[in-house]
């Protein structure tokens, strides 16, 4: 462990901690905005984007998400369409997990009783509400596992942004090792960071289930 003594690689390893918590923390929170809507139009029996929306749920989910981050990094300038490397990552981490979070609120809105539905439409409540008060609130109770496993998935994802030229943990760890032939001192480091994010995840999932149970008290 005593090369992770050494000011530089500590800031290396530093600087690939912030860069991988700031992907993370940007898809988890945009794929989630996205869903959202997608999962509430999903609802309409005869939308005229719903093959659309399939599709994409089903590509999305299907195609590897190194396959999309090289698409997007090597394959646009054959297009004439260059991005840097960091909005590649984003945008090819955020169409794939935007994909599951739509699946998973869709599952939850779906399994909303029926009879809610009604009673809310028996009181006069306009479609807004009836999605922001009894819907919404259910569906992401119902979906808050999968949502939550998903951002932990995203997160050790991220790593994937290494292959396009992202200094990140994962590229940190292998420049290091690299460098010092360490490869368990570096790697047992880069996963007790990957295990604490993943602990506060969960964290905040417990957190949210039992906040959850004490308002159906």
Excluded: C, H
Aim: hydrophobic residues 55%; charged residues 15%.
């Amino acid at each position: 462990m005593s090369i992770l003594l050494d000011p530089s690689y500590q800031r290396m390893l530093l600087d690939g901690l912030g860069m991988t918590l700031l992907i993370s923390v940007i898809v988890i929170i945009v794929s989630n905005l996205l869903a959202l809507p997608l999962a509430i139009y999903m609802q309409r029996p005869k939308g005229a984007f719903r093959r659309l929306i399939i599709a994409y749920s089903f590509f999305a989910r299907a195609a590897p998400v190194l396959a999309l981050l090289f698409a997007l990094y090597y394959g646009l300038p054959r297009l004439g369409i260059y991005l840097e490397p960091v909005p590649s990552a984003l945008i090819g981490l955020i169409f794939a997990s935007t994909a599951y979070n739509l699946e998973f609120l869709r599952s939850g809105f779906e399994s909303v009783p029926q009879g809610q539905l009604d009673a809310a439409r028996a009181l006069g409540l306009k479609p807004f509400a009836i999605y922001w008060k009894v819907m919404i609130p259910q569906a992401y109770r119902l979906a808050a596992p999968s949502l939550f496993s998903n951002a932990i998935q995203m997160v050790k994802g991220s790593s994937l942004a290494s292959l396009v030229a992202i200094d990140e943990l994962t590229a940190a760890s292998t420049t290091i090792i690299a460098e010092t032939y360490k490869a368990i001192e570096v790697l047992l480091v880069v996963s007790v960071f990957y295990l604490l994010i993943a602990a506060v995840i969960i964290g905040l999932q417990y957190l949210y289930e039992s906040r959850q149970r004490l308002s159906r008290r």
